[in-house]
């Protein structure tokens, strides 16, 4: 198991342009997150797949932002017209939910992209 | 949206020390879970707390959920320099982390 990985590391665009993230979660796991984190703060939720359904999307998440899962394996998550407020740590995460129900959900973090929009 | 509040916010102290970290909600949850994240990194569970009133202890770190299931501690014995992070509480589906507590130690 290589655990959760990010591609790219780091990002640095200018306003306007169009950026795109890659996530790769766990093999086994069925639910994948992204959340945003700025400087200090916690991460702020963006949206979650089970399988390859995109389930829940937060308000956090305008038309510019959009987060695909094809085939329920790797996601990515485009930001259009990137503006300099949506500079931040972009985190991915996944869990392997148990059909049961159990609420005990433990996700697994990978290292973020960080964006930079000059 | 359920609401998690760390207290305090920053907190600086000698090796050494004991502290104590807070994770409140007005909201119950069914779970709630503890991260620790280092500066350019993603967050990393340390662990999950389900029962109310339940403590869970990991090595010199100690964990309790509120009876209530709307708050929870972490309490940190004989601090090192390797406890230095963001500790972060995450509550209910997980899609909310709390506000987080920046805890620096000091050689």
């Known amino acids: 198991d290589t655990g959760v990985s990010q591609d790219p590391r780091h990002k640095i665009t200018k306003r306007g342009q169009n950026v795109t993230f890659r996530c790769d979660p766990i093999s086994e796991h069925n639910r994948l997150y992204w959340y945003r984190q700025t400087l200090g703060q916690g991460p702020e939720f963006l949206t979650y797949f089970q399988n390859e359904a995109q389930l829940e999307k937060s308000r956090l998440l305008s038309d510019r932002f959009s987060a695909e899962r094809p085939k329920g394996s790797f996601s990515t998550l485009e930001i259009q017209r990137t503006e300099q407020g949506d500079s931040a740590m972009y985190l991915c995460?996944?869990?392997?939910?148990?059909?049961?129900?159990?609420?005990?959900?433990?996700?697994?973090f990978g290292p973020g992209t960080r964006l930079t929009v000059t | 949206t359920q609401l998690l509040e760390q207290s305090p916010q920053f907190l600086s102290i000698q090796e050494g020390e004991n502290l104590t970290v807070y994770c409140n909600s007005s909201?119950?949850?069914?779970?709630l879970q503890w991260y620790r994240q280092e500066p350019g990194e993603g967050p990393v569970l340390l662990v999950t707390v389900v029962t109310g009133g339940e403590v869970k202890k990991l090595k010199r770190l100690t964990f309790q959920f509120g009876d209530a299931r709307k708050d929870s501690s972490l309490h940190i014995t004989a601090a090192q320099p390797g406890d230095t992070g963001l500790y972060l509480c995450?509550?209910?589906?997980?899609?909310?982390f709390g506000t987080g507590t920046s805890l620096t130690v000091i050689p």
């Open positions: 909201s119950v949850f069914s779970s």
């Open positions: 995460a996944s869990s392997l939910v148990w059909t049961s129900g159990s609420s005990a959900y433990e996700q697994y």
């Open positions: 995450a509550g209910g589906n997980q899609f909310y």
